[in-house]
Structures are given as structure tokens and as C-alpha cells.
């Protein structure tokens, strides 16, 4: 009888024995009993789930925006907002989730609205900081479209601070990337934020472009 052939009907799934050692010594440092009923499978799972939440490292972004580029006469704003995210923070491997708002006004091409979140997954499944998440979701599009400009305003609350009571439980930290015209012409940003104000009565970002950044690596 092999008990895990039940547990994993997928054959194609791969699990990595190192990685399940490791996590398995993880367990014991933590004072736990790794053979205990409830934690006998929990390497497994453990590889499993950090396998998923770092996939964005091998995932194709040409690939995945491979045929959702299109050629139009549109120049006004499209803003693809509250889109939900979650990350890893890399200095404590713990998650920090949240909205992230993209906007950018085209310049002879559009990306399909849907491949727009998967952009944003792309970059939070990998350990990240909410600032380089931010930067590279808007110099992605940048660079796959030329677009007039381009923003992304993320608001991310941050487990490594709340968990541990660093920061008041209900704070979350605001970052934004500027490029282009959002960046040069101050009524273009305006626009945007307003526009985002509109539906989200807790965005309170009057004072962009400059991001508060997390800086809690210390501890
Ligand atoms: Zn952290």
C-alpha cells in the first residue's frame, strides 16, 4: 500500500526531497515533532505551496502576453484597478497582500485587460519587495508597449509587521511607479489618483508620487 499515491493523484506533480528535508530539520529546530500526525505531510505541502508562491520566476511573460497585444487609435487613460495580490516579503518570507491599480495611456497599442492581472501575478509570486513589485509590473508594460506613460500604485499590508506588532495592525504601505507622462505632467498623475479616489474611500495618496517605502529589513 502506498499511501501517497493516494495523496497525490496528479502523477505529474514533482516534489523535491531536499526540499522536504529541509523543512522537515525547519520542524525540529521549531521544537516540533515532525512525526506527529498533524505534521507528517507538512514538508510536503510546505514544497508544495512555496513551489506555487515563487512561480512567477519561471513563468514566460512574452508567453503569457502572446497575442494580447493589439494595434488601436485609443490615447486616453486605461486603468485596470484593484487588483488583488499577494507576495512573499523576501526579508522575512512572509506575506504581504493588497490592491494594485495599473493605468497607462496607450500610444498605438493596448494590452488585453485580462493579461493585466496576470502581469501582477507574475511579479508577486517570487519573494519580492512591494517597491520592486511595483517598478517592474510598470516598466514591463513600458517596455511591451511604449505606451505614453504609465502607473502603478500598489497598497500592500504587510504580515512581517502586523504579525509581529512592528506596526499598527491596520497600516499599510503605499508605493507607486510613475513613468512617462504620469511622471512629467502633473495633471495626467492628478487624473489618475482622482480617478482612484472615486471608488476606493481609504486611498488617501494626495501626497504621490513619493512612496513610503517598507523599510523593515533590519529585524
Ligand atoms: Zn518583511
Given amino acids: 500500500m502506498a499511501p501517497e499515491a493516494v495523496a497525490t493523484?496528479?502523477?505529474a506533480e514533482t516534489y523535491n526531497d531536499r526540499m522536504q528535508?529541509?523543512?522537515?530539520?525547519?520542524?525540529?529546530e521549531l521544537g516540533e515533532d515532525p512525526s506527529r500526525e498533524g505534521l507528517v505531510k507538512?514538508?510536503?505541502r510546505v514544497d508544495k505551496?512555496?513551489?506555487?508562491?515563487t512561480s512567477g520566476y519561471s513563468a514566460d511573460i512574452d508567453a503569457m502576453l502572446n497575442g494580447a497585444l493589439f494595434s488601436v487609435d485609443y490615447s486616453e487613460m486605461v486603468i485596470v484597478r484593484d487588483i488583488?495580490?499577494?507576495s512573499m516579503c523576501e526579508h522575512h518570507l512572509l506575506p504581504f497582500f493588497g490592491k494594485c491599480h495599473?493605468?497607462?495611456?496607450?500610444?498605438?497599442?493596448?494590452?488585453?485587460?485580462s493579461k493585466i492581472p496576470r502581469l501582477v501575478d507574475i511579479f508577486a509570486r517570487r519573494l519580492q519587495l512591494q517597491e520592486r513589485l511595483t517598478n517592474q509590473i510598470a516598466h514591463t508594460i513600458l517596455d511591451k508597449i511604449q505606451p505614453l506613460g504609465v502607473a502603478v500604485v500598489c497598497e500592500g499590508t504587510h504580515l512581517c509587521m502586523a504579525m509581529r506588532g512592528v506596526e499598527k495592525q491596520n497600516s499599510y504601505t503605499i508605493t507607486s511607479a510613475m513613468l512617462g507622462a504620469f511622471r512629467d505632467q502633473a495633471r495626467t498623475r492628478m487624473e489618475f489618483l482622482e480617478l482612484l479616489k472615486l471608488r476606493s474611500g481609504s486611498l488617501s495618496i494626495t501626497g504621490l508620487p513619493l512612496p513610503q517605502g517598507s523599510?523593515?529589513?533590519d529585524d
Fill in 9 to 11: 493523484p496528479n502523477a
Fill in 21 to 28: 528535508d529541509l523543512i522537515q530539520r525547519l520542524l525540529v
Fill in 42 to 44: 507538512t514538508p510536503r
Fill in 49 to 53: 505551496a512555496l513551489r506555487f508562491l
Fill in 84 to 86: 488583488d495580490f499577494y
Fill in 102 to 113: 495599473v493605468a497607462y495611456i496607450p500610444n498605438g497599442k493596448v494590452i488585453g485587460l
Fill in 215 to 217: 523599510h523593515h529589513s
